[in-house]
């Protein structure tokens, strides 16, 4: 395999979706589930695009926010037309640490947990301090292909009235 095989096959492992099947905390081992919609500001981000989907575990110490809208007004305006199948703007796959507001990073791969192997993501500032966000066990294999929208389209519209009321759309 050449390099530049590895490095496309890296990207494309990487240009995918959290959802409610591809994480396990290591700690409690309950999945990483979603939580709900939350400003950056709500959880210590400061992100270009401010509304996201929190996931966190059963016993709190395993948390995500990601998969942010990029363009909320836009979005709200083809929801009010019954269009928004013409969304074209996106969503922000980028994962942070909603303890302390870090990018998200491998921090090791192939860990056998439970007789499944995972990689191992989380905030590399809690894994130098053995503090927090370090035990969350991803297959990336389970995640939403980028292409495959249809449910981050179907959860931001099922909080039309969160986002009008969060971004000041009234």
């Known amino acids: 395999m ?96 909603p303890f302390c507001g870090s990018d998200f990073d491998i921090l090791k791969n192939g860990i056998n947990f439970n007789g499944v192997f995972y990689d191992v993501i989380g905030c590399y500032k809690g894994y130098k301090t053995d503090k927090h966000n370090t035990n969350i066990l991803i297959d990336f294999d389970k995640e939403d292909a980028e292409n495959s929208i249809e449910a981050l389209k179907l959860f931001y519209q099922s909080k039309i009235n969160d986002i009008i009321s969060k971004e000041g759309l009234e």
């Not at 990487?14 to 409610?20: E, V």
């Not at 363009?71 to 796959?93: I, S």
């Open 2 to 97: 050449k390099f530049s095989d590895l490095y496309i096959n890296s990207m494309y492992k990487n240009a995918k979706f959290i959802n409610n099947s591809c994480c396990v905390c290591a700690l409690c081992s309950s999945p990483v589930q979603l939580v709900g919609l939350f400003r950056d500001s709500e959880v210590n981000i400061n992100h270009i695009y401010s509304l996201g989907q929190l996931y966190r575990c059963s016993c709190g110490k395993s948390q995500i926010w990601t998969n942010s809208l990029r363009n909320p007004k836009n979005f709200v305006e083809l929801h009010k037309n019954g269009q928004v199948d013409k969304y074209y703007n996106g969503f922000c796959n980028d994962r942070f640490c």
